[in-house]
C-alpha cells in the first residue's frame, strides 16, 4: 500500500511573478500550505516567489487554486509557472532565506491606503500602536515612495535608519504575524515620530505634553495654514470652510485659479458636499486612494475660494494614519455638525514640482505655511495624488501617480528590446517597457524648469534600477523644442524613434484595450507638433500601432504669438472672427468685438498677416478657449484650458437635452473626398454662435449648443471616416476629454451611429498617457523590425 500512496505524492514547484514581494505573499503561501498539509518551502527570489510543494494531486490543485483566488489585497499575480520535480519527503512547510539573483523581476507595490486590520489597532486604546501615525502592515503602508533599491528590503528602504524594537523584531519574523516581513513596520518605541514644528524657529509649535497631531488640529481649526509631509510629498492645509484662510493660501501660493483638493474623514462626510454615485464612492475607498472628481451639492457648505467657477470638487478620503488621526481629532475641536473638510493641496509655489525633501520644504514652503506638521521618516521618490472620475460608465485619469506607480501596464506583445518612451512635455510621465510590461511613472510634471527636469532624468534612473531595464531603444515626441525630446536625442541609445504627438494619445488608447488596430482615431487636445511643422489638436485618423493616415482635422487658423495666444484666449477669438467674417468682424454690434482693443488687433492682425510667430493649428481645445472668450467668460487666462473648462461648467447648467433635434446645433461643413486631408469647418459656427450673441440667447445655452455641436462635428467626421475606410472601432483620446460633457455627449452619438467606441482607462486621456502611447507604437515598430 505504501508505495501506492507514495506513488501519488507529487512536487510541483510554482513560481509566481507580479508584485508578490513585501505583499504578505509569503505568509500567504505558508498558511496555505499548512491549510493543506503540504511540505515544502517558499522563497523570496529575484523572478518574484519561488514555491516547492508537497503531497497528493488532489491537495495540491487545492492549494494552487487558493493560489489565484485568495491573494493578499495588495499582490498582483502577473504570471504562475509549474512544474514537476523529484519528492523531497521533507517534514514540514518552511519560509526559507531569500536568495539574490542577477535578474530583478520582482515588482515593487504602489503605497497603499491604511488597512482595516491597522485601523483598528490606531483607534484601540488597549493597542500598543493607539495613535501611532505610522502604523502599517503587509497589507499596507508605504511602498514605492521609500524604496531607495531593490531588492525590496528594509535595508534598501527610506526605514533603514529605524532599527526595530524586539516586539515589532518578533512580528517581523514571525511568519503568521501580519507585519511578517512588513518591511516599514513600526512602532512608537522603535519607529518615526511626528513633530509640529515652527519653521522659522525650527522649535516645537506646542508644549511639550501635548500631542502633535491634535496641537496641529487645533491651528488648521483656529484659521493656520500647515505643510503637512505625506507620503509622496508635502501638502498644505488648511479649514476649507474658513474663507479667509483658503484665500491666504492661494495668495501665497500664487495659485489663482485652479481647484484646491480636499480631504475628508469618511464617504459620509465626501457625500455632505458632493453626490456620490455607487462607482464613485467604491473609487473614493479603494486601497488607491486617488483625489476623485465629484459633482457639488447646490449649498455645500466650503469656501468657494477652494474651486472659483467650478461645479465639481476633488474629494480624497484619508490614505495615511496620520491622516486619519489628523481628521479625527480637527473634528473633535470643531462646532459639532460642522462639515469636518480640510484643503489638502500639493505642498508647491504655483507651478513648481511638489516638494517632498525636509530642507527643500522648508525654503519653498515657509513662506505659505505657518507651521509644518513632519516626521523623520524620508520620502525618497516624489509622488502627487493620482486624480480620478468616473465617465461614461468606467474611470478616467486625470493624473496616474500615488497608488498606481509603479505598477506596470500589460500590452498585448513581448517588447523585443527594453525600451523608454520619454512622454510629452506637459502633464509628463516617461514609461520603461520590458517583456509585456510597461512601467508608467508617477507624474513628473511640466518640463519647463531645471528642477522638473532632474526629476524627470532622477526618476528614469531609478527606474532603471528598480525594474532591471536598461533601454536599447527610446520612443520621443516629434516637438523639437520638447525637453524630453531633446534628453531622447542626447542619449547614447542607438534606436531612435519619432512619434507623432496625436499617433501616441490615439496608440495608447490601442495599448490599454490590446487593441492592434486599425480604427478611427479622433484626438483632441491643445498642442501637438504635427508632421507638417503645424501644430495639430483636433485629428481624424485611420491608426493602427504602426503609424497613421491622417484623414481629417479641424481648419487651420493662426496661433498669433504661440504660448500667448493659450494665455489669452481673446486673440483665438478675434482669429476664428477673422476667418468667419473677414476684417468686416470689427463692425459686429456684440461686446467682444466693441471691448476689442483695436491697437492690440491691428499688432495681432500683421503678426499673422506676415507669418511671424503665428504657426497654424488645428487645436479643438483653442477652439473651445475662443468661443469662451466670444461669449465673455474670459479673455485672458491662467493656466490652459481654464476657459474651456469654465465653458463646460457654464453649459452643465443647461437641461442635457438641450442638443435634441437638429436645432440645437451650430451648421459646420465638412468637405471629404476632395480634399485629403479634409478640413471640419467652423466658420459657420462661428456665425451662428455670434448670431445667437446679438439675439441675446443666454450664454449658458450657447455653451451647451456648442458642446453638443461639436460632439455632432466629430461625429459626422467618424462617419464620413468610416464611409471611406470600412472602419467601425472608434478610439477617442487627448485632453479635451477631459470635458466630461463633450467626451458623454460623442460616445452617445458615436453609439447610436453603431460605432464601437473605446476611451482611456488606465492612463489619462492628456499628456500624462503620452508615454505609454509612444512606448506601444515603438514596441510594434520594433517587432515588425524583427519579423
Ligand atoms: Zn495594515
Ligand atoms: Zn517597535
Redesign the pocket.
Known amino acids: 500500500m505504501a508505495s501506492i500512496i507514495g506513488s501519488t505524492i507529487q512536487r510541483r514547484r510554482i513560481v509566481v511573478q507580479g508584485i508578490v514581494q513585501g505583499v504578505g505573499f509569503r505568509p500567504f503561501v505558508y498558511n496555505q500550505a499548512l491549510r493543506w498539509g503540504l511540505v515544502g518551502f517558499v522563497l523570496n527570489d529575484s523572478l518574484g516567489v519561488t514555491i516547492e510543494v508537497e503531497g497528493t494531486p488532489e491537495t495540491l490543485d487545492g492549494f494552487q487554486s487558493a493560489l489565484h483566488e485568495e491573494t493578499p489585497p495588495l499582490a498582483h499575480i502577473d504570471s504562475i509557472v509549474t512544474e514537476l520535480v523529484p519528492p523531497h519527503q521533507e517534514s514540514a512547510f518552511i519560509i526559507a532565506h531569500s536568495q539574490a539573483g542577477a535578474e530583478r523581476h520582482a515588482l515593487i507595490s504602489p503605497d497603499s491606503t491604511t488597512c482595516e486590520d491597522c485601523l483598528h489597532e490606531l483607534f484601540d486604546p488597549e493597542d500598543r500602536r493607539y495613535h501611532y501615525p505610522f502604523i502599517n502592515c503587509t497589507n499596507c503602508g508605504p511602498r514605492f515612495t521609500i524604496v531607495q533599491d531593490v531588492p525590496y528590503d528594509r535595508t534598501k528602504t527610506t526605514m533603514r535608519v529605524f532599527p526595530?524594537?524586539?516586539?515589532?523584531?518578533a512580528e517581523y519574523e514571525d511568519p503568521l504575524n501580519r507585519r511578517f516581513h512588513a518591511q516599514p513596520?513600526?512602532?512608537?518605541?522603535?519607529?518615526p515620530q511626528v513633530r509640529l514644528l515652527d519653521w522659522t524657529s525650527k522649535g516645537n509649535l506646542y508644549p511639550p505634553s501635548t500631542d502633535p497631531i491634535a496641537a496641529a488640529a487645533q491651528r488648521l481649526a483656529s484659521g493656520a495654514i500647515l505643510a503637512i509631509k505625506g507620503l509622496g510629498g508635502y501638502h498644505l492645509a488648511c479649514d476649507a470652510l474658513n474663507s479667509e484662510a483658503v484665500r491666504r493660501l492661494r495668495q501665497r501660493k500664487q495659485r489663482e485659479a485652479k481647484p484646491f483638493a480636499l480631504m475628508v474623514p469618511d464617504l459620509e462626510a465626501a457625500r455632505r458636499l458632493c453626490q456620490v454615485s455607487n462607482a464613485e464612492a467604491a473609487l473614493l475607498q479603494s486601497r488607491r486612494r486617488p483625489i476623485v472628481l465629484l459633482s457639488q451639492h447646490p449649498d455645500c457648505p466650503v469656501a468657494p475660494g477652494v474651486a472659483p467657477a467650478y461645479t465639481t470638487l476633488g474629494i480624497m478620503l484619508p490614505y495615511t494614519p496620520l491622516h486619519h488621526l489628523l481628521l479625527s481629532a480637527f473634528a473633535e475641536i470643531i462646532e459639532p455638525g460642522r462639515a469636518v473638510t480640510l484643503v489638502m493641496t500639493s505642498g508647491n509655489l504655483s507651478d513648481e514640482p511638489i516638494a517632498y525633501q525636509d530642507d527643500d520644504a522648508q525654503v519653498r514652503l515657509a513662506t505659505i505655511a505657518e507651521g509644518v506638521l513632519t516626521h523623520n521618516r524620508d520620502i525618497h521618490m516624489r509622488c502627487d495624488d493620482s486624480v480620478m472620475r468616473v465617465v461614461a460608465g468606467g474611470e478616467q485619469f486625470f493624473r496616474r501617480s500615488r497608488g498606481f506607480a509603479p505598477e506596470p501596464i500589460r500590452l498585448s506583445f513581448d517588447f523585443p528590446v527594453p525600451l523608454l518612451a520619454c512622454g510629452s512635455h506637459l502633464k509628463n510621465t516617461f514609461c520603461l517597457c520590458k517583456g509585456q510590461q510597461a512601467f508608467v511613472s508617477h507624474h513628473i510634471g511640466d518640463l519647463e524648469n531645471l528642477e522638473t527636469l532632474t526629476s524627470f532624468r532622477e526618476g528614469i534612473e531609478h527606474f532603471q534600477r528598480l525594474f532591471d531595464i536598461y533601454p536599447e531603444a527610446v520612443a520621443y515626441d516629434l516637438h523639437p523644442e520638447y525637453l524630453a525630446t531633446k534628453y531622447a536625442l542626447d542619449t547614447d541609445i542607438s534606436q531612435k524613434i519619432g512619434v507623432q504627438h496625436h499617433h501616441a494619445h490615439i496608440a495608447s488608447v490601442l495599448a490599454e484595450h490590446g487593441l492592434d488596430g486599425p480604427v478611427i482615431g479622433v484626438a483632441a487636445d491643445g498642442t501637438g507638433y504635427g508632421t507638417d511643422g503645424a501644430i495639430w489638436g483636433c485629428e481624424i485618423m485611420a491608426a493602427d500601432l504602426l503609424g497613421f493616415e491622417r484623414l481629417a482635422h479641424l481648419g487651420y487658423v493662426p496661433l498669433p504669438g504661440g504660448e500667448q495666444a493659450v494665455r489669452q484666449p481673446w486673440r483665438m477669438a478675434a482669429c476664428y472672427l477673422a476667418q468667419a467674417f473677414g476684417d468686416d468682424f470689427l463692425e459686429l454690434d456684440i461686446p467682444f468685438v466693441r471691448t476689442l482693443d483695436r491697437s492690440k488687433w491691428r499688432i495681432l492682425a500683421q503678426m499673422t498677416a506676415r507669418n511671424i510667430n503665428s504657426p497654424p493649428t488645428s487645436s479643438l481645445g483653442r477652439l473651445f478657449d475662443a468661443v469662451a472668450a466670444l461669449v465673455g467668460l474670459r479673455s485672458e487666462v491662467l493656466y490652459e484650458g481654464q476657459a474651456a473648462i469654465e465653458l463646460e461648467m457654464l453649459a452643465q447648467q443647461q437641461e442635457r437635452d438641450t442638443c435634441q433635434g437638429q436645432s440645437g446645433i451650430y451648421p459646420f461643413t465638412i468637405k471629404m473626398r476632395d480634399q485629403m486631408p479634409a478640413r471640419l469647418d467652423v466658420a459657420p459656427m462661428l456665425r451662428a454662435i455670434v448670431s445667437d450673441i446679438q439675439q441675446g440667447v443666454p450664454t449658458s445655452l450657447i455653451a451647451s449648443r456648442f458642446h453638443c455641436s461639436i460632439a455632432e462635428l466629430l461625429t459626422t467626421a467618424c462617419l464620413e471616416a468610416r464611409e471611406q475606410t470600412k472602419l467601425n472601432i472608434v478610439a477617442l483620446s487627448g485632453g479635451v476629454f477631459q470635458n466630461r460633457l463633450l467626451l458623454e455627449q460623442l460616445i452617445a452619438r458615436l453609439e447610436e451611429m453603431a460605432f464601437q467606441v473605446y476611451v482611456n482607462r488606465h492612463v489619462p486621456p492628456n499628456d500624462g498617457g503620452i508615454s505609454l502611447g509612444q512606448a506601444a507604437v515603438a514596441g510594434a515598430r520594433l517587432v515588425r523590425t524583427e519579423m
Open positions: 526595530m524594537c524586539p516586539d515589532c523584531q513596520n513600526a512602532c512608537p518605541a522603535c519607529g
